[in-house]
Nanobody
């Protein structure tokens, strides 16, 4: 069974950096999509970035392009999200999720069947 464990959230001032980690386990195939989402209270979860291990391709939402980078350590089956030049509007609970068992990186959030526990990121002005 696939399990995802997140770490790395915290508090930082605007302009600072944080790195989130999403350690995966239970994979029996090496091609799958893992994505980062974030959510504010009362708002819908939005996709921040994703990474497909089959092609090593990454996708980023416009609001993080040039500031966030996602990369994968295959040996550790861990996905990272390097967040630089953080802004107060980046404050949210961040989740990693995997659509393991489905082809490519699906556009529909509901296809992501495996989720991490979430980690809080707070950026102060």
């Amino acid at each position: 069974r696939v399990q995802l464990v997140e770490s790395g959230g915290g508090s930082v001032q605007a302009g600072g950096s944080l790195r989130l980690s999403c350690a995966g386990s239970g994979y029996t195939r090496n091609e799958y999509c893992t994505a980062w989402f974030r959510q504010l209270p009362g708002k819908e979860r939005e996709r921040v970035a994703d990474f497909y291990t089959g092609t090593s391709n990454a996708w980023y939402a416009d609001f993080v392009k040039g500031r966030f980078t996602t990369f994968y350590d295959n040996a550790k089956t861990t996905l990272y999200l390097q967040m630089n030049n953080l802004k107060p509007e980046d404050s949210a609970t961040y989740y990693c999720a995997s659509s393991y068992g489905n082809p490519g990186c699906p556009g529909n959030l509901r296809v992501f069947g495996y989720w991490g526990q979430g980690t809080q990121v707070t950026v102060s002005a």
